[in-house]
Each structure stands twice: as C-alpha cells, then as structure tokens.
C-alpha cells in the first residue's frame, strides 16, 4: 500500500514535492518522489461571464487536488478518482469498484460526466437533483462526501476528522485561501471544492453536440440512422432526454433486468413497493466508454444493453409502461443487426475525446 508523506513545499503553480514509499520495513526499493503539478491551475473551468467576479475557477483548482488525493480515504488506499477515471469518462471499467480495503462496493460506480449541466445555473452550490443510482441525495454538496465516510469505498467514518487530517499536509493552506480567502479546512469547504470541480466535469466536444446542437458539422448516414432509431422508432428518449443542453436526468424506471429484484433501487429511499426495482436512468454522455452498464454492471457491452431491450426485458412486477406492448406484456424490439449498428454508431457520436484528455481534469500528482 502507497502513502503519500510530504516533504518539501514548493510554489503552487509549479509543483510540490512529496515522496512515496512502501510501508514495509523488509522493502529496500529506493523511495519515490510525488509532485503536485498544478502548472495548468489557471486553466478555465467556468465561463466567467457565468460567474462573473468569483473564484469559482480556483475552488475548482483545489476540487481537483482533492478528488485525486488518496489521503481522503481512512488508510490514504484510494480517492475519489480510484471509482471514476478520467479515461473512461470519469466510471470505472469494472462491475463493482475496490474500497480501501479492496472489498467491492455493491452497485457500479456510474459515470459523473454532465452529471448537473451546471452552466444552466448561477451558483454551483445551489444546484439540486437527485443523485446516485436510487436518488438518495438531493445536493451536489452533500453527495460527494457520502463516498469519504462509507464503510467499503474510503472508510472514514468521523467526516469532521478530516478537516485536521488534510491541514497537516502542506499544500492545502495557500489552495484553500486561493479558493476561499483563508487557509482554514472545513467539512463545508471540502465538500464545496469538491462538489465544484464534478460540475465543471461536462462533455460539449462530441459529434453529437457538433452535429445536433451546435450544427458546426453532419453526422455520418449511419449516425443519423441510429439518431432517428434512437428518437423515433424505439423512442429511447423519451427516458434518455439528448438534445436539452444539460443531460439532466432524474427519472426512475424498472426496464425488466429481472422478473424479482434482490436490489429494490429507489424504493429503499421512497419506501414506496411502486418503485421496487427502479434505478435513476443515466444521461448518456460518453456511454460508449463507461462499460460495464446498468446498476450491477451485468452488461459488458453495449450490444448486451440494446440486446436485453431486443428481446430479454422481463415481465417484473414495476416494468416500467414504455417498455411494454398494447397487450401490456414485456415488449420485444427485435432491433436487427442493422440498427444495432446503427444505433451504436450514434451511441459513439456521444463520446467526448477531449475530456477524457483534458489536462485541467487530469491526476495533479505526479510520480518521479
């Protein structure tokens, strides 16, 4: 196991160096060094004319420095960024993550591109959705803590003992008064900083932005075949909702995974039997890159998804009324091999090269 122990300080637009090393005492592996490269930390995560005066753009900065930070787990074994990964569009690409003692969360860690379309708003702090496959949190801000203190992802079970934890590591002073005008480290202030940097996480780059919203260029013929399969013939819109500029999604639906369910989803939240079964229905933003799909992560591929809706929905006891025939049994698509090429070709267009590149979205500390 890694930790980081920082040794020197060194200026914040430049780097920091700390070092790494194994906690083994029989190891004679030379120690390695860890530098914080924050050279790009003037990068531009909001438009300004959005917050016009603010240091939204800074608070971001440090956001990111948290989220890659591995000291917010119990044992410094994981970070947020050990569940969601830059190169696949900010999920993991395994059913079920490893927590920081590498036992395996229970649902699969979904993606957190566009997870709010913050640029609709005018306070990243204000924003509210429901969040998390069963929609049990209602703010950003309160969202991205719930990982720190659960029992199997990062283990800290006293939230309010983090603040002294991270204020011995050097480099917070001078980013938390970057970001908030004094070096003090809070809860608040974390999950701020936090909360902040997720919502600068939004995908506009992808072909399908480029050809539907922006119209700077045209799809291909079979992109546009899979669009009009998507929006017409199998109205897959009508719950993936494209073409509104956020990708705000907040419907639950059951789509027949399992004639039972032994995972309830949001009727753990609602205690409503109606909801037994159903889970938040994803935006679709980069979905060709965050296999494996659905809550358990039982789909490797996207095939396996448009597959299951083909013909192996099941007749469950909360299928959700889109997904059934006017003889109100379970439907079958039957979508040939044609349109599934189809409408994986338009299901690629969603996928977002550029921040799955992007430097300001990148991992700061740097091995030497």
């Given at each position: 196991?890694?930790?980081?122990?920082?040794?020197?300080?060194?200026?914040?637009?430049?780097?920091?160096?700390?070092?790494?090393?194994?906690?083994?005492?029989?190891?004679?592996?030379?120690?390695?060094?860890?530098?914080?490269?924050?050279?790009?930390?003037?990068?531009?995560?909001?438009?300004?004319?959005?917050?016009?005066?603010?240091?939204?753009?800074?608070?971001?900065?440090?956001?990111?420095?948290?989220?890659?930070?591995?000291?917010?787990?119990?044992?410094?074994?994981?970070?947020?960024?050990?569940?969601?990964?830059?190169?696949?569009?900010?999920?993991?690409?395994?059913?079920?993550?490893?927590?920081?003692?590498?036992?395996?969360?229970?649902?699969?860690?979904?993606?957190?591109?566009?997870?709010?379309?913050?640029?609709?708003?005018?306070?990243?702090?204000?924003?509210?959705?429901?969040?998390?496959?069963?929609?049990?949190?209602?703010?950003?801000?309160?969202?991205?803590?719930?990982?720190?203190?659960?029992?199997?992802?990062?283990?800290?079970?006293?939230?309010?003992?983090?603040?002294?934890?991270?204020?011995?590591?050097?480099?917070?002073?001078?980013?938390?008064?970057?970001?908030?005008?004094?070096?003090?480290?809070?809860?608040?202030?974390?999950?701020?900083?936090?909360?902040?940097?997720?919502?600068?996480?939004?995908?506009?780059?992808?072909?399908?932005?480029?050809?539907?919203?922006?119209?700077?260029?045209?799809?291909?013929?079979?992109?546009?075949?899979?669009?009009?399969?998507?929006?017409?013939?199998?109205?897959?819109?009508?719950?993936?909702?494209?073409?509104?500029?956020?990708?705000?999604?907040?419907?639950?639906?059951?789509?027949?995974?399992?004639?039972?369910?032994?995972?309830?989803?949001?009727?753990?939240?609602?205690?409503?039997?109606?909801?037994?079964?159903?889970?938040?229905?994803?935006?679709?933003?980069?979905?060709?890159?965050?296999?494996p799909y659905m809550h358990d992560g039982r789909f490797k591929t996207l095939k396996d998804v448009l597959n299951h809706y083909s013909n192996g929905i099941k007749d469950s006891k909360n299928l959700s009324i889109k997904l059934k025939g006017t003889d109100n049994k379970p439907m079958k698509m039957k979508i040939s091999e044609e349109e599934t090429d189809a409408l994986i070709a338009f299901l690629n267009s969603l996928t977002d090269y550029n921040l799955m590149t992007d430097a300001k979205f990148s991992d700061p500390f740097k091995l030497k």
């Amino acid at each position: 196991m890694k930790k980081l122990i920082l040794l020197v300080s060194i200026s914040l637009l430049s780097g920091i160096s700390i070092t790494s090393c194994k906690k083994d005492k029989s190891s004679t592996e030379p120690q390695k060094e860890v530098y914080l490269d924050l050279s790009d930390s003037n990068a531009v995560y909001f438009p300004q004319y959005v917050y016009n005066g603010s240091k939204v753009n800074k608070t971001a900065v440090l956001g990111r420095v948290l989220f890659y930070d591995r000291h917010l787990s119990i044992n410094n074994a994981v970070a947020c960024a050990s569940c969601h990964k830059q190169a696949y569009a900010f999920a993991d690409n395994v059913a079920f993550s490893n927590g920081f003692e590498n036992r395996k969360t229970g649902r699969n860690s979904s993606h957190i591109t566009n997870i709010i379309g913050v640029r609709s708003f005018s306070s990243v702090t204000n924003i509210s959705a429901l969040l998390f496959w069963d929609g049990r949190q209602t703010s950003l801000v309160d969202m991205v803590t719930k990982p720190i203190g659960n029992h199997v992802e990062m283990g800290v079970a006293d939230i309010n003992s983090l603040p002294e934890k991270l204020s011995k590591l050097p480099y917070y002073q001078e980013l938390f008064k970057s970001a908030y005008g004094s070096g003090d480290v809070t809860v608040e202030r974390i999950a701020n900083a936090l909360g902040t940097f997720l919502a600068a996480i939004n995908s506009d780059s992808t072909r399908f932005d480029k050809a539907k919203v922006y119209r700077t260029m045209q799809y291909s013929a079979l992109e546009e075949e899979g669009w009009m399969l998507f929006n017409v013939k199998y109205n897959c819109a009508s719950c993936h909702h494209l073409g509104t500029g956020t990708y705000f999604q907040n419907g639950f639906e059951d789509i027949g995974l399992d004639d039972s369910c032994s995972d309830i989803g949001r009727a753990a939240i609602s205690l409503l039997a109606s909801d037994n079964g159903k889970f938040k229905t994803p935006n679709l933003k980069n979905v060709a890159v965050t296999a494996p799909y659905m809550h358990d992560g039982r789909f490797k591929t996207l095939k396996d998804v448009l597959n299951h809706y083909s013909n192996g929905i099941k007749d469950s006891k909360n299928l959700s009324i889109k997904l059934k025939g006017t003889d109100n049994k379970p439907m079958k698509m039957k979508i040939s091999e044609e349109e599934t090429d189809a409408l994986i070709a338009f299901l690629n267009s969603l996928t977002d090269y550029n921040l799955m590149t992007d430097a300001k979205f990148s991992d700061p500390f740097k091995l030497k």
